[in-house]
């Protein structure tokens, strides 16, 4: 890709800042030791007590597909089953136009009109294959767990992000697939007794897909940090 592209040299700061959401990825396989060496260094990501909470399935190949057609059909057919509520029903400013602002120029990208709804689905669908992505990630943890936890899995979802990169590898986080819940759960083999939090695209990004150069603003300190000294 551009500047900030993945190498396994890289800095921190350049893995963090660089990040960026890919939604177009190449179908070049990933080694499974590959997967393996990120996930085991992402779970050096803190835990509360160090009870390291977070659950992976990893989908490749024939399960993955099996995945994206089960699903993809789901999404066709409106049978949607929440995992949980991600967004209140009515969202307020700021987070609004942030919101809308990332989608209109994420659509741009694509080359869909904003009222063009049937290019937006398909769009949509994209997802439901990964981006094309030759490896899926599911995070779940176990439902009777509570807040702390969340925050784990997130500080480890991170890590799999960031260190994807020193893998010259990106991601992209999809909590898409909690909307689908019920099918990825069947579909995959994931007990009822664990909650899923988040699935993820990982593989190599296409270097010519147009939706792959879009970077989201990003509020500066002033905007959420409030520093004290007195």
């Given at each position: 890709m551009q500047d900030g592209?993945?190498?396994?040299?890289?800095?921190?700061?350049?893995a963090v800042t660089g990040r960026r959401s890919i939604r177009r990825f190449l179908p070049d396989p990933v080694p499974q030791e590959t997967v393996r060496a990120i996930l085991a260094e992402a779970s050096r990501a803190p835990s509360g007590t160090n009870?390291?909470?977070?659950?992976?399935?990893?989908?490749?190949?024939?399960?993955r597909d099996?995945?994206?057609d089960a699903v993809t059909k789901?999404?066709?057919?409106?049978?949607r089953s929440e995992e949980y509520e991600y967004m209140p029903a009515k969202l307020r400013e700021p987070y609004i136009t942030r919101r809308r602002r990332i989608g209109y120029a994420l659509y741009a990208l694509y080359g869909v009109a904003r009222d063009d709804?049937?290019?937006?689905?398909?769009a949509m669908l994209r997802n439901f294959n990964f981006f094309g992505a030759p490896v899926g990630l599911f995070f779940s943890m176990d439902r009777d767990l509570l807040y702390g936890s969340w925050l784990d899995c997130g500080m480890f979802m991170q890590n799999v992000m960031i260190l994807a990169r020193a893998h010259g590898l990106e991601t992209c986080p999809q909590q898409a697939w909690c909307e689908f819940g019920q099918v990825v759960h069947e579909t995959l083999g994931i007990p009822d007794d664990r909650i899923l939090i988040s699935g993820m695209s990982l593989g190599h990004p296409d270097p010519d897909a147009p939706e792959?150069?879009?970077v989201s603003e990003r509020e500066p300190p002033e905007g959420f940090a409030t520093f004290l000294t007195d």
């Open positions: 592209s993945p190498s396994p040299d890289m800095p921190a700061r350049a009870t390291q909470p977070w659950h992976v399935t990893v989908v490749t190949g024939a399960a099996r995945l994206c789901a999404a066709e057919a409106g049978e709804y049937p290019a937006r689905k398909r792959n150069t879009l």
